[in-house]
């Protein structure tokens, strides 16, 4: 069975894409399929802004237990789908903060992309493909965005389908 990860990359209080995140991970159980979900959230992670002595790229082994944490969780993956919000037209400094800790572990991955926000992310992830492509990943052709995010929830918290775009279920499908 492949092992997928599900990253929120917000760190913000009150974000919505924790519940974003929550609907992804609901659609997971709706998958007939060869994957396991796991969810990670960069706000439990926790990492500090990058403090390795070497770039990841270049670098033999890890100085910090921190990194090695979370080398070990990217390594064990075999494919992730990132939440990302669109905060001025780009994603969250916790994403890319993330991304930059490491360089092999993400490698040769397929990666689907979910993003939110006013108009669905579709400037974030943009510049989210660049650099998934720079890292040697495969980002899907698909990808989901969730726009006007201050309207999609209704009064339980529910994610309004009529303001999701893209098919997460192709995502799925690429992913295995």
């Known amino acids: 069975?492949?092992?997928?990860?599900v990253i929120l990359g917000s760190t913000r209080t009150n974000r919505a894409g924790a519940g974003v995140a929550k609907w992804v991970m609901?659609?997971?159980?709706k998958y007939i399929g060869n994957l396991q979900f796991d969810f990670i959230d960069l706000k439990d992670v926790n990492l500090p802004f990058l403090d390795e002595p070497f770039p990841p790229?270049?670098?033999e082994e890890y100085a910090h237990d921190h990194t090695k944490k979370?080398?070990?969780i990217i390594?064990?993956?075999d494919g992730f789908i990132i939440v990302t919000p669109e905060y001025n037209h780009g994603y969250p400094a916790s994403l890319k903060n993330a991304l930059d800790f490491l360089y092999k572990e993400w490698q040769d991955k397929p990666v689907g992309l979910v993003g939110y926000g006013g108009s669905g992310?579709?400037?974030s992830i943009k510049q989210?493909?660049?650099v998934l492509e720079f890292m040697k990943m495969k980002p899907i052709k698909e990808q989901v965005g969730v726009g006007e995010i201050w309207e999609a929830f209704d009064e339980e918290g529910n994610l309004k389908v009529e303001k999701v775009r893209g098919d997460l279920q192709v995502i799925f499908n690429e992913l295995e």
């Open 121 to 123: 992310a579709r400037s």
């Open 70 to 72: 979370w080398s070990k």
């Open 128 to 130: 989210l493909r660049e």
């Open 1 to 5: 069975m492949k092992k997928i990860k």
């Open 57 to 59: 790229m270049m670098a």
């Open 26 to 29: 609901s659609q997971t159980q």
């Open 75 to 77: 390594a064990e993956a």
